[in-house]
């Protein structure tokens, strides 16, 4: 393989490299003693890193100053320029991080992704309200309750309250009167006036069964069991006891953890060789009902990057809870330090002007932002529930690091590998493509995209080819690739580090020359070349190109 230009290539890149750091280190001198955020870029002017500090100064000259473990060592190698904004206060740098993460989607951020959703119950926000059970929690105005360790126990939860609550229970009204109306589990609102009076006090006892109320649910329906029977009514009276015994049934069902019957998400989380895993622990009506754990790498400081997960949980998520508890930082150092370790840590970075942030200034934070407690403690139950969050984070993650060094080893450490091999020094993003036709007709072409490896199926394109006529691919190639590179250029998309194509030194020709001589941009390209049984057999690149 031909590696010519890449020695020229890596020293161009050393010497921008060293003008951009020039650049950075006049902007440092002229950071505030503020809070704020700060977005840091690559050399391609694209957003890659999005944090939040008390004092921008001392956070955003850290990552130029001392040393840095790989991950982050790996953030800080592409950071060419940055910018910072001022806020009035940690709060509102805790929102704006948030946002600004939700825009850029930067590739070194933590970014929170819904891979498991659980049930709740939701109040509708409707003149005649219904109660539902949904997965789907939108800023609707709607009052949700949860979530639920599982469908059945939501829904059994419905059916208990929609007993209990005459609230409507179609989605359409209807002209007539239901069954549910001769039940007595309807007002019959689609033939009768309801008052807001009457839906507001149902709506009151609902919430408060909800929130943890069921004791006082449970006591008014003893009372009006008790003058059911006294007044003989027989079957009113069985039908409050059943459900008496219903609401005993459905509490008893759950764990109990705590003493009191409030609403708690518990935080804890862990990190190791560079990932993280964050714990919540869903206590509902004093009971745990259900965990849920993520694991992601992480490439900034610990605290800051948990604290930014939290924000973004709770950002798109109205079913707040009553009391949130985080972890402090002590119980969750990176790598499992000891006491007297972080201790250290916490001098140095004192010495080095570094800011680290405290779990208490966070959870003020979050709790002026969400108005709900937000707690550190330091003692007592919810200290055990913290490190019991603390604890199933640490088994999660050790539970799940096999698989994810495997997928690590097939996906971005295999790009790594394979840009080792070309001779490039960065290889995040690939794109290729690949031509095919019915016997010489319906000509058509697809392009796939690798972001670290992994495959990116939201950016893939299917293109119908326009001016070429018959099974001609070097033509094919020239004109997909015109059509894609003119659109990205001209909607600013982001660059390919690499281009890959199907085919062999032809198609590679017709590529760099419409790249190189009409767009002017200058990709590598290589090509994958099939043997005589159609089976890829072959890498090329260079100029001439060389296996």
């Known amino acids: 393989m031909s590696n010519s230009n890449y020695p020229d290539n890596y020293a161009k890149e050393v010497q ?34 999005v944090g939040k500090a008390k004092i921008l100064k001392n956070r955003v000259r850290s990552y130029f100053t001392g040393s840095h473990d790989g991950k982050t060592q790996r953030l800080v190698s592409e950071i060419r320029d940055f910018e910072y904004i001022v806020t009035g206060s940690n709060m509102e740098a805790l929102i704006l991080e948030c946002n600004l993460i939700k825009t850029h989607s930067p590739r070194y951020n933590v970014l929170l992704k819904d891979d498991k959703t659980y049930p709740y119950i ?10 539902e059970v949904t997965r789907r929690i939108l800023k609707d105005k709607a009052k949700y309750f949860g979530p639920y360790p599982n469908a059945y126990a939501a829904q059994q939860t ?145 605290y800051g990057d948990f604290l930014s997960y939290v924000t973004q949980y709770y950002s798109d998520n109205p079913a707040l809870p009553q009391e949130i508890l985080l972890p402090d930082m002590k119980p969750v150092q990176q790598e499992q330090q000891t006491e007297e370790q972080v201790e250290e840590q916490v001098n140095e970075a004192s010495d080095e002007g570094e800011e680290l942030l ?44 096999r698989l994810i060094e495997r997928n690590e080893e097939r996906t971005s450490r295999a790009a790594e590998n394979l840009g080792v091999a070309l001779g490039l020094t960065d290889l995040s993003r690939i794109e290729a493509f690949d031509n095919s036709n019915i016997q010489g007709t319906n000509p058509v072409s697809a392009m796939v995209v690798f972001i670290d490896g992994k495959p990116a199926k939201k950016e893939y394109r299917k293109y119908k080819i326009r001016t070429v006529q018959g099974s001609d691919d070097v033509e094919t190639m020239r004109e997909v690739v015109r059509r894609r590179y003119e659109r990205v ?48 057999a072959q890498l090329i690149i260079g100029d001439p190109p060389e296996p």
């Open 16 to 49: 921008e490299q060293e003008q951009a750091l020039e650049a950075i280190r006049h902007k440092l001198a002229l950071l505030p003693d503020l809070p704020g955020c700060y977005l840091m870029k690559n050399k391609n002017g694209t957003i890659i890193y």
């Open 122 to 131: 939701k109040i509708t926000n409707e003149p005649h309200p219904r109660l």
């Open 158 to 302: 419905k059916k208990l309250l929609d007993r209990m609550y005459p609230l409507r229970k179609c989605n359409v009204m209807p002209k007539e009167v239901c069954l549910y109306y001769h039940m007595g589990q309807c007002l019959a609102p689609c033939v009768k006036e309801v008052s807001q009076q009457t839906y507001d006090e149902m709506i009151q006892e609902i919430v408060s069964f909800l929130n943890g109320g069921h004791e006082e649910i449970k006591q008014e329906l003893q009372r009006k069991m008790e003058e059911a029977a006294e007044e003989l009514y027989f079957e009113r009276a069985k039908e409050l006891r059943d459900q008496i015994r219903s609401i005993d049934a459905l509490m008893e069902k759950q764990k109990i953890t705590m003493n009191d019957a409030r609403n708690r998400d518990v935080f804890g989380f862990t990190v190791d060789k560079g990932w993280m895993c964050v714990q919540i622990l869903y206590v509902r009506q004093g009971k745990m009902i259900e965990r849920h754990a993520s694991v992601f790498p992480f490439y900034g400081e610990a």
């Open 358 to 401: 405290d779990a208490e200034s966070g959870a003020a934070a979050l709790q002026n932002w969400l108005n709900v407690k937000a707690l550190v403690p330091k003692r007592g139950l919810k200290r055990q529930m913290t490190q019991m969050a603390i604890d199933n984070a640490r088994v999660a993650l050790d539970e799940k690091f």
């Open 489 to 536: 250029l001209k909607e600013n998309l982001p660059l390919p580090d690499l281009i890959v194509m199907d085919g062999g030194k032809g198609q590679m020709a017709a590529a760099k020359d419409v790249l190189e001589n009409e767009l002017g941009l200058f990709i590598p390209v290589c090509g994958l070349v099939k043997d005589t049984k159609h089976k890829t």
